[in-house]
């Protein structure tokens, strides 16, 4: 392999962020006209009943043309979240053992209304 392909797959500055079962992963990386752009790597680990485990990865490549718009509509989406949502993160959803006890403060046609839902795995499309 030539000097100037290694160049291309080495890593110029990383960041790592580490979110429960997903590690996600920032890499500044050159072209082969030694420009840079970026790498967002999402890994998620995945456990089988036996034990045994696999990664998931997504990638997404952002180039300096894009920068900008894509830190602008960053900061506009997460800024809507938080002020439509908040800070605090209701993960007891996402936990395998999560049960909701209903009692009778649940909203009525709730049941109909999720069921109706297809669960989509983006890796499906």
């Known amino acids: 392999m030539r000097e100037n392909d ?4 080495e890593e110029i500055f990383s960041k790592v962020l580490r979110a429960g079962r997903r590690t996600y992963f ?4 050159a072209t082969k006209a030694d420009d840079y752009y ?4 999402e890994s998620k680990k995945f456990t089988e009943e036996d034990g045994s485990f696999h990664f998931k990865k997504h990638k997404i490549y ?12 960053l900061e506009e989406m997460t800024s809507y ?3 439509h949502k908040g800070e605090e993160v209701i ?3 996402h936990q395998k053992d999560f049960k909701k006890e ?8 709730i049941a109909t209304q999720r069921s109706s839902f ?5 890796d499906d499309i």
Do not use: C, H, W
Not at 6 to 9: F, Q, S
Not at 26 to 29: C, K, L
Not at 102 to 109: I, N, Q, T
């Open 102 to 109: 209903y009692g009778s403060d649940k909203p009525e046609g």
């Open 26 to 29: 920032f890499d500044v990386r």
């Open 62 to 73: 952002l180039y300096k043309e894009d920068f900008s718009a894509f830190a602008e509509i």
């Open 118 to 122: 297809t669960d989509i795995d983006f």
């Open 91 to 93: 993960s007891e959803r």
């Open 81 to 83: 979240v938080l002020n």
């Open 6 to 9: 290694m160049l291309e797959k």
């Open 38 to 41: 970026i790498t967002i790597t």
